[in-house]
Structures are given as structure tokens and as C-alpha cells.
């Protein structure tokens, strides 16, 4: 599994991590072998948030006895973002996450609080050592600038948003802005939370006959191609052990120039929309 710097904060990342959106629907033994399974491939950052029901729990089961090896990362949600709600909702994520610390702590997208407090809050927490850095999520270039300014230069590890073949909107500006500001970006809903490309239109075809070249997977070479940039990560949701091994291959996996271009053509980046897609 390949590893890269996260922005500022001093550790490597697996290329390829692991979602948890929903993973409460299935049955648990079977989603806590899913991440274990992960883990054991190398996919040791693990992405949740107090929005997912009860995905923390499931990933403080998954994790319970390995916590050294996790990248760890949740998400406060924008309602509950004042200095002293962050602070709360980070303890509550920690006790649900059987776990005293998160790697990464982020605003889930911007809402009606001051990022300057929430900000403080994230700022609270790494002092105490409850979160060793933190980020944002679904912020376009505007929301970006205005993190900088109130988090102060340097500050904010990441931003996580919506990137997959069929949804490339942040290549315009966000990922532009976020590398030159030493940003990482970690993609999504990396198979378009479930709809991915059909194996009988062009780009499907395309994936396939790459595939085959490699003698791997679709969805490895689809993941392979949202980082191929070297400031980006992905964080694929599987909730069994061979989706998660299948997602785990792509950090083995190396592309030529000339299959990026032709993946590129296939998924055409589309125009720039006014306003950042979220899911
Ligand atoms: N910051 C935000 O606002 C935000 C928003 C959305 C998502 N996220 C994060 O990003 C993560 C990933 O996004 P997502 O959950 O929306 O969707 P996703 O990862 O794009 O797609 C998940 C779907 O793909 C299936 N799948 C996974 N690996 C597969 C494989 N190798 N072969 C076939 N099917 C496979 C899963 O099935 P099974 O479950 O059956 O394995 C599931 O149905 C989330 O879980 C969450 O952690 C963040």
C-alpha cells in the first residue's frame, strides 16, 4: 500500500483508507471483519462522523486492540460547531470510538457558527491532545480562503469532498487552491456512494480493457486514477472483507500517462459548476 504525507501533520497515509457511511446497515461481525481486513491491507486510515449513525461504534470495535495503527479521523457536525459544542462532540466521538484520541478532526461542511469558534474548539482539543490535527470537509475556494484566514497559515490538514470518475468538479479551483496551500484532498464517496460507471457504456469499457491489462479490478484502477495526484487520498466504503480487499489493491497498482489520458477522455471533467457538489 502506497503512503504519502498528510499536509502538515507528521505522518504517512495509505493512499487508500476506508469509508463508514452506512456501514451500520450491515450486519456487524461482518463490517467489523470488513475494516480489520482493511487494516490488515494496509488501509489504516479509517473515515467516520457523528453523522453516521452508529458507524463510530462499529469502528471502535474494529479498531479495539490495533489503535497505533489507525489513522483515525471523525467529523463534527456544522449545528453543533461552537467552541464549546466541537469540544463535546469530539469527547462523545472519542468515548463512542472507545479510543482518548483522533488523528484528524473535521467540520463536516461550513454552517452558521464562526469557523474562528470552531477553529478554537479544534485548537482546545489539540492542546489537550484529544486530536493531533484537524481539517474540513465540502469546502469550495471561498470557504477555503476564509479557513485560512481565521485558522491561521498552515493549520488545516485537508479537505474532504465529493471526487469520483463521473464527478470531477473539484480538479477546476479546490484542488488547484489545495495543493498550492499544502492541503490534502481526500476524495469521497470515491464509487459515487454506490452508482458506479455501467460495465457496457465507453468509460465502463475503458475501465475494463484497463483492467484486464493489469489483470486487476475495475474498481481498482477507478480508485488508482482519483490519486494519481500526489496530494490526494480516497476513503472507499466497503462493508465486507472482499469488497475491502479488492479496494485495498489499488494502492499496489501503478498506471501509465497514457491510461490516466484515456481514463481522462472516457470521464470528461465536465464544466465548472457554480457551487461544490455534496452528496
Ligand atoms: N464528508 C462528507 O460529506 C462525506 C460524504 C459522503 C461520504 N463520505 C465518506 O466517504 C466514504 C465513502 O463514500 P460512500 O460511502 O458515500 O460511497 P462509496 O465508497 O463511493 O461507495 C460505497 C458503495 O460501493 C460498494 N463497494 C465498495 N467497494 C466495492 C467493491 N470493491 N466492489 C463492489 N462494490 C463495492 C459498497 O458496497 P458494500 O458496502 O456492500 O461493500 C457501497 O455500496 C463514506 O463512507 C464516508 O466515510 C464523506
Known sequence: MERRPFGPVPRNVPVIGQGTWYIDDAHRPTAVAALRNGLDLGMTHIDTAEMYGDAELVVGEAISGRRDEV???S????????????????E???????????DCYLLHWPGSYPLEDTFEGFERLREQGKILSWGVSNFDVPDLEAAWAAGGEGRMACNQV???????????????????????????????????????SRGGRVLAEIAESHFTTVRRVALRFLVRRSSTFTIPKASSAEHAADNAGAGAIILTEAELARIDTAF????????????
Open 71 to 73: 489513522f483515525l479521523v
Open 75 to 90: 467529523k463534527v457536525l456544522p449545528s453543533n460547531a461552537s467552541i464549546s459544542g466541537t469540544v463535546t462532540a469530539c
Open 92 to 102: 462523545r466521538s472519542l468515548a463512542r470510538l472507545r479510543t482518548d484520541r483522533l
Open 162 to 200: 465529493l471526487y469520483h470518475l463521473e464527478e470531477r468538479a473539484i480538479e477546476h479551483a479546490v484542488l488547484p487552491w489545495c495543493e498550492e496551500h499544502g492541503v490534502v484532498t481526500v476524495a469521497y464517496s470515491p464509487f459515487g456512494h454506490g452508482v458506479f460507471p455501467d460495465p457496457t
Open 268 to 279: 470528461p471533467l465536465g464544466p465548472r459548476p457554480r457551487r461544490l457538489p455534496m452528496l
